[in-house]
């Protein structure tokens, strides 16, 4: 028998678009994340699993703590930590450590993403403001300046959120949609060669989902990430150096250096944890393939069949080029969705399954 909620939840599968072979994504209205019974909070985390990506509407009044709270339900041991550099400096955490980066204060670990003046008084910060991290410092060839003031632009960089160097990504993250960003539409450009473009709201998130990824793989590859790990380098976004990301924001352009391991700040190899490429769903089992490609060091690769083998690879041109090819299969318009973000607004999903981009 089911236990009595306290919130009736009503959950819509995004709709189908056409032409889109995107499946992932559910809105949910009549939840107060607030006040979350326990009830509650179960069919809220089996709708985060189910549709890797949920929509929770109407959480205006949310008091940033309560946000927080929420991660740890779904995951205790999920840190107060986020790839960006809160006065880490660009040291540690390369162009990530020179971007002005706010954590909500008594939030536990809520931090401010987004770009402008926030007023003189955002939930305890005193007239700060912030900047989107420019894509002019990620992307090997920027689209210019003039293109972006006539609505075009590009996803700035495909990851799921971590720090990774000494911490395993949160299962879940969320964002709530303070104040949604206003103007016309944009048109994303992958500037690949391909010509594709999709359109999308200004200070919109593409995701895809790393289960149709996995899906997408033939048996042997299957065989081959099922049975093999990827490792960051220590420090991995200081590591980074001068490479920089292809123009579709998924995956490594060609060219820039990485600085070397002895040149890094202080570092231990027992905070350098080497990952799984696939993660399993913890409600329906799906597998799904989840790399970092900018921050990879080494590749361990087993296989178990046509024939069984086992080797490191170090090369990184080779490493570039393997997960380009793997991922070149999903970042197209079919699979990436850029949902509609209102005020109120909670994101929630599944970071070791979906992937992010900042719009
Ligand atoms: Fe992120």
Redesign the pocket.
Known sequence: MPHATSQELIITPFAQQEGKKAKFGATVTGADLENLDEATFQILREAVYKYSLIVVKGQHNLNPAKQFELIKRFDPDAKAQ??FGAGKGSKLVGFLGDIPFYGIPNSGGVNL?GHGYQGPDHYGLKDVTIRAVPQSRVHATPISASELARGQTRFNSF???GSIYGAYPSRV?AFRCVKAPVGPPLTVRWDDGTGRTMRCQAGGTAFFSGEQLYDLLSDDEKDLVDHSHWEPAPHPFAWMGTRRLRSSGMGLAPGGETVPLDELPEWSPDKVYTFPMVWVNPVTGAKALQIFPDIIRRLHIRTTTSPPSERVVEDLEEIRLWVNDIYDRIATPEYIVVPACEEGDMFLWNNWVSR?A?G
């Open positions: 986020h790839g993403v990851h799921f959120d993250t992010v900042g």
